[in-house]
């Protein structure tokens, strides 16, 4: 069931039961999957249901610096104009984090017509997924993010460092994958994420040591709700990110913050239920994969697979998401997909017949949840409707055996492909898909404008 907006009686019984509260923190996601927004006092909290609270619209615009981007037409172009945000119905809740008693909610925008905002990623997600539901299908996903401890101070070379481990008294070094002895290096913050999650309703799962020294996986649990799903995973970034500084870490969602070790990835996997409650994607025992699936998950497959170079400008956002995309790194470079396979782009877990689903592993822990979701639902439906064959699975390594599918594996190179996209435009509207690619464009061209370090030690002598 998708969220609705917050009611006048919500946030009264909320304010009855914290009545020390002082504020509440009103949470807009914009297009970098970065939360943005205004703190409200106790006394206006009601206009989160009834006036709204208003904000610059291109609030939802911004690049990740924050700035204003000067290829589109809205922000210091149009006049900056305001437009209501409304909070939404069950993510109203404490911030356990803060040093005085403050609430969170989720909030989305409308324009003054009552129209939902064309920018608002909870909004392009719920129009992306449509499609499906009017199949009378009902996708059923969870969202894993990886990330890395880091020491809050970069090395005296500007480098990135793993965090200090105060009850071992020394940074991991070691890959040491699913350890269980690194687990409790970190118990104390982890243990706080845990409490953070259980105090906020986020659905927390399984936390794991990743391949990385440093990093690691926390999951949610399958819910049939996409935009709760992805709403979720930007709390529980976000409250992973508090835990970190409360324990004088830094915790970062960043692609690929060491040359030399994995990058962190935002898998999603879905599954599609009938409106029988049984598993659109289960069937007989398939030959090739040995998995219970019917041709709707090959097709499935087959639709993201199709789309998934029009999509890298949001499965890979920024400049840092392209150093992740390496051959051998367990991030995909293909559109290879197989059964129980880490290192193809669209792997089928190992399931029963109840849990058949693909795991889409292409986009970095940097991106946009929503946006991410949006693509990978359209391209579902993109395969349904055409019956899209994937071709053959793959066995063994896919970094091996590469398919013809190239993907656009640099940002430049992305981004022309995005612009030039019109399988998936449809569903995530023309109007913010464009919007989208000019966002993107500036910010490459705002990245590509500086000078590194790099540039005068090889340059500045040799040339």
């Known amino acids: 069931m998708m969220a609705n907006r917050i009611t006048v009686q919500e946030i009264q019984d909320f304010l009855n039961k914290h009545p020390d509260i ?5 949470l807009v996601p914009d297009a970098n999957g970065v939360f943005r927004g205004k703190r409200i006092g106790r006394e206006t909290a009601h206009k989160l249901a009834d006036d709204g609270i208003r904000l610059p619209f291109s609030t ?3 690049d990740t610096t924050g700035q204003n981007c000067t290829t589109i037409p809205y922000g210091s172009q149009d006049g900056d104009p305001d437009y209501a945000c409304f909070g939404i119905s069950g993510t109203l809740q404490m911030v356990p984090w803060a040093a005085r008693p403050t609430g969170q909610v989720i909030a989305s925008m409308f324009d003054d017509e009552g ?3 064309f920018g608002d990623p909870r909004h392009i997600l719920k129009t992306a997924m449509q499609p499906l539901t009017d199949m009378g299908l009902t ?3 969870a969202v894993e993010l990886e990330f890395y401890l880091l020491d809050k101070e970069l090395t005296p070379g500007g480098r990135a460092q793993q965090a200090h481990s105060a009850s071992m008294a020394r940074r991991q070094t070691m890959t040491q994958c699913y350890g269980i002895e690194e687990l409790y290096e970190f118990d104390a913050f982890l243990a706080d994420v845990e409490e953070a999650c259980e105090q906020q309703g986020i659905p927390a799962d399984t936390a794991v040591k990743e391949y990385g020294a440093g990093q690691y996986e926390i999951n949610l649990h399958h819910i049939d709700d996409p ?10 970034k976000r409250a992973i990110k508090a835990m970190a500084r409360k324990h004088d870490l830094c915790a970062s969602f960043m692609a690929k913050p060491f040359e030399e070790l994995a990058g962190c990835g935002l898998h999603i996997h879905v599954s599609l239920v009938d409106k029988d409650g049984n598993n659109y994607f289960a069937g007989p025992v398939d030959e090739e994969t040995g998995v219970p699936m019917r ?6 497959i087959g639709g993201l697979a199709d789309t998934m170079a029009e999509g890298m400008g949001i499965f890979a956002p920024n400049a840092n998401s392209y150093r992740r995309l390496q051959a051998g790194s367990y991030a995909p470079i293909n559109t290879a997909w197989g059964s129980n396979n880490r290192t193809v782009s669209l792997r089928i877990p190992h399931c029963t017949e109840n849990s058949v689903r693909v795991e889409h592993r292409v986009a970095g822990a940097d991106a946009n949840p929503y946006l991410v979701m949006a693509c990978v639902l359209a391209g579902i439906h993109h395969g349904l409707v055409n019956k899209i064959d994937p071709g053959r699975p793959v066995k063994g390594n896919a970094y091996e055996s590469p398919r013809p599918e190239s993907l656009p594996l640099t940002w430049p190179d992305a981004l022309f492909t995005f612009k030039e996209a019109s399988k998936l435009k449809p569903y995530l509207t023309e109007k913010y898909w464009d919007v989208f690619e000019g966002m993107r464009r500036f910010e490459c061209q705002e990245f590509n404008r500086l000078i590194p370090a790099l540039d005068y030690e090889w340059y500045m002598r040799t040339v």
């Open 139 to 141: 996708p059923v996903v």
């Open 60 to 62: 939802y615009l911004l």
């Open 295 to 300: 041709d709707t998950l090959r097709h499935a």
């Open 22 to 26: 002082t504020g509440i923190d009103m």
């Open 115 to 117: 129209n939902p905002f």
């Open 227 to 236: 935009i709760l799903a992805c709403d979720d995973a930007m709390m529980l």
